[in-house]
């Protein structure tokens, strides 16, 4: 079998055609949870649809689909090349795209080979200048390292986690949290702790700021890390897991995607009502991160549908463990939902009152309305 050079450099744009007629019959990248289970139901593959003209997310795919970066090509002085695959993966990685054109694919793998962090990474926005990364590349670990370092991350039943002199520690209660040295905490005026959630970091090879992807991060620190790992080893586990819950949705549940943040609540009371030992409605707000594949509303609320059971539970959980309103001592369990309305900004807001029932017994009589 002929053995054909690695293409070093650019693809010139001379042999574009060439390079997409063999990326276009020949490339497909596998993507499985288990590498070794053939039969893994949760296996999809990229390739390109001769439909759409485009390389695209394909979920059912056989035993027998196989990653092929092998792409030669003649070039236009009629010498055999193959492009890169180690670079052509790693572009697919830094991507995380659902559905591009080949000769997007191509532009991007051109900006790899020559190092072009600007273009590569312009659309991939959180806001003006900030970049949300789904692969942490090398140039970027030591800066990503700095800002994380030091860092309350989330927060686990009644402990808080996250990086501290370079490790990972779970079981961090309020009282040693503001000893410790975190550097994104703070105090708010009901002395709860609060922590900056947006760290961003920026590389002298790139214009931009970058941050991580907040619900994947946090998912990696719950479920990943154990006490005292590394840095090191959080950015491989990010790299893995950013790639495969992006594409895949494996090694978690699809409710971790769709629940971003959960607000704390805001406890009010009506004009009329000035006993400051009693609240009236309590509203929470959570934001929705992911809302399946579809731009279209309606069937993003179909979707989002049959997960609300799963979200007002866990927004049932928030509330509960929040201190303030613990000082009003009644058991979570005794608030009923009396609204929730889905915006159209993605976010659920939640509208919470005493059960009517109960409101009876707590007011002293029959038939009393707020």
Not at 47 to 57: A, P, Q, S, V, W
Not at 127 to 141: A, K
Not at 302 to 307: A, R
Not at 338 to 349: I, V
Request: charged residues 30%; proline residues 2%.
């Amino acid at each position: 079998m002929k053995n054909v050079p690695i293409l070093k450099g650019i693809i010139k744009e001379k042999d574009f055609n060439s390079v997409l007629s063999s990326l276009e019959k020949n490339f497909i990248y596998v993507i499985r949870d288990n590498e070794e289970d053939e039969e893994d139901p949760q296996s999809c593959c990229l390739k390109f649809n001769r439909k759409t003209k485009k390389i695209e997310l394909i979920n059912k795919i056989t035993k027998k689909d196989k990653t092929n970066l092998n792409i030669q090509y003649v070039n236009n002085d009629w010498i055999d090349y193959k492009l890169d695959p180690v670079i052509l993966e790693k572009t697919f990685r830094i991507l995380s795209y659902r559905s591009l054109t080949s000769k997007l694919l191509l532009k991007k793998y051109n900006e790899m080979v020559e190092n072009d962090w600007n273009s590569l990474y312009r659309n991939l926005a959180r806001g003006t200048n900030i970049r949300v990364l789904y692969y942490i590349d090398d140039i970027f670990c030591d800066s990503c390292k700095n800002a994380y370092d030091n860092c309350i991350l989330g927060r686990k039943n009644d402990y808080y986690y996250g990086f501290l002199h370079g490790k990972f520690v779970s079981k961090v209660n309020k009282k040693d949290a503001t000893k410790l040295g975190f550097v994104n905490i703070d105090l708010d005026s009901d002395g709860e702790l609060t922590y900056n959630k947006l760290i961003y970091f920026t590389s002298n090879s790139c214009i931009y700021g970058f941050t991580l992807h907040g619900s994947i991060m946090r998912y990696i620190l719950k479920n990943s890390m154990k006490e005292g790992d590394n840095l090191d080893r959080f950015i491989d586990v990010y790299n893995e897991s950013a790639f495969r819950r992006y594409w895949l949705h494996t090694n978690f549940k699809t409710i971790d995607l769709v629940i971003g943040k959960i607000e704390k609540p805001i406890i009010s009371r009506y004009p009329e009502n000035d006993n400051e030992d009693t609240f009236d409605y309590i509203q929470m707000i959570v934001n929705i991160s992911y809302l399946g594949s579809s731009d279209e509303r309606n069937k993003q609320v179909n979707f989002l549908k049959k997960y609300i059971p799963k979200i007002t539970e866990e927004v049932y959980e928030k509330l509960g463990k929040d201190q303030r309103f613990k000082k009003f001592n009644i058991p979570v369990n005794l608030l009923e939902v009396t609204k929730c309305t889905f915006t159209n900004d993605k976010r659920l807001f939640y509208i919470f009152e005493i059960k009517k029932d109960v409101e009876k017994i707590l007011s002293g009589y029959e038939g009393e309305k707020r």
